[in-house]
């Protein structure tokens, strides 16, 4: 889907390029996404959000004695 109409980037272009580990700013300078009409940045942003390794993942696990200890 195209995000930034005026300079005809996709999600894609952004997803990759924030995977890749550029900021938001650099993808602007990069690719001139919200430089124009700025109608995209909103999207724009919350896509590179989702899409960045900055972003913290939660990683929950339980061990077999906590299981067990709630289950008794």
Same mark, same amino acid.
């Given at each position: !889907?195209? /995000?930034?109409?005026?300079?005809? &980037?996709? =999600?894609?272009t952004?997803a990759?390029?924030?995977?890749? %580990? !550029? %900021?938001?700013d =650099? &993808?602007? @300078? +990069? @690719? %001139? /996404?919200?430089t124009q009409? %700025?109608?995209? +940045?909103g999207c724009?942003r919350?896509?590179w959000s +989702?899409?960045?390794p900055?972003?913290?993942v939660?990683? &929950?696990?339980? =061990? /077999? *004695? *906590? ?6």
């Amino acid at each position: !889907m195209i /995000v930034c109409i005026c300079r005809r &980037i996709s =999600d894609k272009t952004i997803a990759q390029c924030a995977r890749s %580990g !550029m %900021g938001f700013d =650099d &993808i602007q @300078l +990069e @690719l %001139g /996404v919200a430089t124009q009409c %700025g109608q995209c +940045e909103g999207c724009a942003r919350a896509l590179w959000s +989702e899409c960045s390794p900055q972003q913290s993942v939660a990683h &929950i696990s339980r =061990d /077999v *004695t *906590t299981q067990q200890a709630m289950s008794a």
